[in-house]
């Protein structure tokens, strides 16, 4: 069973910038989800994607975009990068289909602005 | 709005057990969670606990649910050094989203 894996793991940007993130999901897994992990804190949750389809946003600005393939895999775009993204950004992936299935997640984008 | 809060850290013996304590306020919970994280890691699920059990035990650990307190905790029976991470109490909304406690630090000391 492969697991959650991301790329890149480790990236530098300059504030104004665009960035995308990638995300494979777990094999058996149909929805992704992505959250934002500032240092010292939990992870707060960006936005869901299932079918292809944003399913859930959390309260994050137009910025923050993403898009689902037809392999479940996923990315996550950030426009117009401003110093406080910087942050560990998480992917995570879940059956769509059960009323629980656990996210699983992968190791983290490591994004810094400057 | 929703709300799970957590002691940022604890210090414990190797050998002794661990409790982890957290808070939720979203009575309608479905699921709540445990995840690790170690450093430069991603979030490891450790358990999770249906909201109509109290009791759930896996190995060296057990999580208790009093859903009248909403309170949670994770005990770590024998804890050894390996145990060293953030741990983090998540609860499932009645959305299926989930909310998360910022994480509490596990030390352990020699």
């Known amino acids: 069973e492969t697991g959650v894996t991301q790329s890149p793991t480790h990236l530098i940007k300059t504030r104004g910038q665009q960035v995308t993130l990638r995300c494979s999901s777990q094999?058996?897994?149909?929805?992704v989800s992505w959250y934002q992990q500032a240092l010292g804190q939990g992870p707060q949750f960006i936005f869901q994607?299932?079918?292809?389809?944003?399913?859930g946003r959390g309260n994050f600005p137009p910025r923050f975009s993403g898009l689902q393939f037809p392999n479940y895999s996923s990315e996550l775009n950030v426009n117009a990068l401003e110093l406080d993204d910087s942050a560990l950004y998480l992917c995570?992936?879940?059956?769509?289909?059960?009323?629980?299935?656990?996210?699983?997640f992968g190791n983290g984008t490591r994004l810094t602005v400057t | 709005g929703e709300d799970v809060e957590q002691s940022l850290f604890l210090s414990v013996r190797e050998g002794d057990s661990s409790v982890i304590n957290c808070t939720y306020t979203d009575s309608s919970s479905t699921y709540l969670y445990w995840y690790k994280q170690e450093p430069g890691a991603g979030l490891q699920l450790l358990t999770y606990?249906?909201?109509n059990m109290d009791m759930k035990q896996d190995q060296r650990l057990t999580v208790l649910l009093n859903k009248k307190d909403k309170h949670l905790s994770l005990r770590i029976a024998d804890t050894q050094t390996g145990d060293s991470a953030i741990y983090f109490c998540?609860?499932?909304?009645?959305?299926?989203?989930?909310?998360w406690g910022a994480g509490t630090k596990l030390i352990i000391k020699p």
């Open positions: 606990i249906f909201s």
């Open positions: 994607y299932y079918r292809e389809e944003e399913n």
């Open positions: 995570a992936s879940s059956y769509e289909g059960t009323r629980n299935s656990p996210l699983h």
């Open positions: 998540a609860e499932r909304d009645s959305n299926y989203q989930l909310i």
């Open positions: 094999s058996g897994h149909n929805t």
